[in-house]
């Protein structure tokens, strides 16, 4: 069964650059895309951006500015970096399997708790 | 303040059917598919209707997903104490480029 396995760093200061992992284990990695979600405490979900196993990306528009998604074929990995964090990026980050083209997330990683503060 | 629009809360006796509403417009829900997402109290989500109104293997078919125009219905029959979690409709938005979702709606079991 496939899951994903995800680490990073989890207290940043503002200014600095949250950067997050994600594995695939047991599954196939070519041939899906794979996104980031996040989730500030107590509120719903924000999608952050997808890519391929080619490396090519989607990022939404809100974020584009500050977000890049990397793959690691070799690894079955796929990467996560925000620059200029500020308090408001503070949430619980998810990587997940999308599902194209009809847009569903169909695996989810466990999430991590990222948290910004001076 | 959210693409979809989802009520706050729900609630409903064990036993009893619930419906929670997802609406949106020509540019995500009625011209896009919709997904639905549990999540339980401090787990991710999972998914529990994808293109508008199929289960994944394993979701019972207790749960079932329905699509008309610009808004979407989840809908829960013999409800559960199991099954109080936040829900979440999901789509894709063709103006904003980006998938969009609900702000979830909390579901009590009384």
């Known amino acids: 069964q496939v899951q994903l396995q995800q680490w990073g760093a989890g207290l940043l200061k503002p200014s600095e650059t949250l950067s997050l992992t994600c594995a695939v284990f047991?599954?196939?990695?070519?041939?899906?895309?794979w996104s980031w979600l996040r989730q500030p405490p107590g509120k719903g979900l924000e999608w952050i951006g997808e890519i391929n196993h080619r490396g090519s990306t989607n990022y939404n528009p809100s974020l584009k500015s500050r977000v890049a998604m990397s793959t690691d074929t070799s690894k079955n990995q796929f990467s996560l970096k925000l620059n200029s964090v500020t308090a408001a990026d503070t949430a619980v980050y998810y990587c997940a399997r999308v599902f194209r083209p009809t847009w569903y997330f169909d695996l989810w990683g466990r999430g991590t708790l990222v948290t910004v503060s001076s | 303040q959210s693409v979809l629009t989802q009520p706050p809360s729900v609630s409903a006796a064990p036993g009893q059917k619930v419906t929670i509403s997802c609406s949106g417009s020509s540019s995500n829900i009625g011209n896009n598919f919709v997904s639905w997402y549990q999540q339980l109290p401090g787990t991710a989500p999972t998914l529990l209707i994808y293109d508008n109104n199929k289960r994944p293997s394993g979701i019972p078919d207790r749960f079932s997903g329905s699509k008309s125009g610009t808004s979407a219905t989840l809908g829960i029959t013999g409800l559960q104490t199991g099954d109080e979690a936040d829900y979440y409709c999901?789509?894709?938005?063709?103006?904003?480029?980006?998938?969009?979702f609900g702000g979830g709606t909390k579901l009590t079991v009384l």
């Open positions: 047991d599954g196939s990695f070519s041939g899906y895309y």
């Open positions: 999901g789509t894709w938005d063709s103006s904003l480029s980006a998938v969009v």
